[in-house]
């Protein structure tokens, strides 16, 4: 089991920045790969960013690409989203997720309970 707690979410106006963090306990955080995604209210949950286990590779969205930054720290057992230029459209529920690298979902097995970002225009 991995437990994942996200935390840095906000109310922030258009072209602000925030970080979330991800702190994760319980089995062997290198051990996994790690996602961020988003859900808006009324739409599905979308990708946004992923790491690979040894921060090798990344991966972004297109509608992020160039305004966010994933990393992470091994060490810390802590992954981040660097979210820079936020735009209203950001506005949504941000949750990570550790498991198998990909764009879908359902290739990771644990979830954070989710942090809020609201950008205002």
């Known amino acids: 089991q991995v437990q994942l707690v996200e935390s840095g979410g906000g109310l922030v106006q258009a072209g602000g920045s925030l970080r979330l963090s991800c702190a994760a306990s319980g089995r062997t955080f290198s051990g996994y790969d790690m996602g961020w995604f988003r859900q808006a209210p009324g739409k599905e949950r979308e990708f946004v960013a992923a790491i690979s286990r040894n921060s090798g590779s990344t991966y972004y969205a297109d509608s992020v690409k160039g305004r966010f930054t994933i990393s992470r720290d091994n060490a810390k057992n802590t992954v981040y989203l660097q979210m820079n230029s936020l735009k209203p459209e950001d506005t949504a529920v941000y949750y990570c997720?550790?498991?198998?690298?990909?764009?879908?979902?359902?290739?990771?097995?644990?979830w954070g309970q989710g942090t809020q970002v609201t950008v205002s225009s």
């Open positions: 997720a550790a498991g198998r690298l990909s764009y879908y979902p359902h290739n990771y097995n644990y």
